[in-house]
T-cell receptor, first 113, second 116 residues
Framework: NAGVTQTPKFQVLKTGQSMTLQCAQDMNHEYMSWYRQDPGMGLRLIHYSVGAGITDQGEVPNGYNVSRSTTEDFPLRLLSAAPSQTSVYFC????????????FGPGTRLTVT | QQQVKQSPQSLIVQKGGISIINCAYENTAFDYFPWYQQFPGKGPALLIAIRPDVSEKKEGRFTISFNKSAKQFSLHIMDSQPGDSATYFCAAQLTNYGGSQGNLIFGKGTKLSVKP
């Protein structure tokens, strides 16, 4: 199993550009989520999904969209990039929402200039 | 309240020493408390987890101590090694309900450096 994969690994965007961060898992996990990690801020939940066709907002959803058309894929879209979105983004998945290990991807380092 | 407060922000320990990281939570309904370990350039990975029906859980050199009345839990790393140098995150979760209440709430992290 590849586990949780993320692409790209690094990305530089100009303010106002849009892009999609890709996330895929091959473990048949129902629960998937996106976090951003900033220095001194820990991991903050952006959006999450408890199954295909179901998504919801986390703690910091503004400026991001998600969709979940399949169990395997959970892309994160930046609609109009801003410097405040410079961060490291992690995708994670688990069997169920509660009390199970979350498996994290390797991360995408995004810089918005 | 949904916050999890973690301390210290950074920690330097000599090889062979004991590393202790503390976390405090406010929501008494939380019922799952994991610790994640993150090496530079990698995603976090589950290290050890505890439920509030026990006061301590040990896995090798790693121990979680849990104090339900004080709403605190801590990670102890015995015989700390340079290979333990990483960022550690505590987290809390309410697992009895679906929706947003099931999400992990993370502390802000502790950067541990173990000196040879």
């Amino acid at each position: 199993n590849a586990g949780v994969t993320q692409t790209p690994k690094f990305q530089v965007l100009k303010t106002g550009q849009s892009m999609t961060l890709q996330c895929a898992q091959d473990m048949n996990h129902e629960y998937m989520s996106w976090y951003r990690q900033d220095p001194g801020m820990g991991l903050r939940l952006i959006h999450y999904s408890v199954g295909a066709g179901i998504t919801d907002q986390g703690e910091v959803p503004n400026g991001y969209n998600v969709s979940r058309s399949t169990t395997e894929d959970f892309p994160l879209r930046l609609l109009s990039a801003a410097p405040s979105q410079t961060s490291v983004y992690f995708c994670a998945s688990s069997i169920l929402a509660g009390g199970n290990e979350q498996y994290f991807g390797p991360g995408t380092r995004l810089t918005v200039t | 309240q949904q916050q999890v407060k973690q301390s210290p922000q950074s920690l330097i320990v000599q090889k062979g020493g004991i590393s202790i990281i503390n976390c405090a939570y406010e929501n008494t309904a939380f019922d799952y408390f994991p610790w994640y370990q993150q090496f530079p350039g990698k995603g976090p990975a589950l290290l050890i987890a505890i439920r509030p029906d026990v006061s301590e859980k040990k896995e090798g050199r790693f121990t979680i101590s849990f104090n339900k009345s004080a709403k605190q839990f801590s990670l102890h790393i015995m015989d700390s090694q340079p290979g333990d140098s990483a960022t550690y995150f505590c987290a809390a979760q309410l697992t009895n309900y679906g929706g947003s209440q099931g999400n992990l709430i993370f502390g802000k992290g502790t950067k541990l450096s173990v000196k040879p």
